[in-house]
């Protein structure tokens, strides 16, 4: 294997669902937490979002302690979350038309 392949194994996915370059409380961890309608709804919003607001959510989202939530309460959260940060980021494109 030669040095440029390295990174990109770092990234590999294991068969039992491990790695990914995602640790401890990561997008996947939040993703197997919620039922697949949900699960649904977050990607269907996410890949509406630029990458700084998904960047800017996904942070948000992984300090969410889903341990001490309901289920449904989670969910919600984490809906609000990514609502919240389009909001923000609609305010801001507004004013900058204005400006």
Wanted: glycine share 10%.
């Amino acid at each position: 294997m030669d040095v440029g392949s390295c990174g990109s194994m770092q990234q590999m996915r294991k068969m039992d669902g491990t790695g990914g370059g995602q640790g401890q409380g990561g997008m996947r961890d939040i993703m197997q937490s919620l039922s697949t309608e949900d699960r649904a709804t977050l990607k269907e919003q996410l890949s509406s979002m630029s990458q700084e607001e998904r960047m800017s959510a996904v942070t948000q989202m992984k300090e969410v302690d889903a341990s001490t939530l309901s289920s449904e309460d989670y969910t919600k959260t984490l809906l609000d979350i990514l609502n919240k940060t389009t909001a923000e980021e609609a305010q801001s494109d507004s004013f900058s038309v204005y400006a």
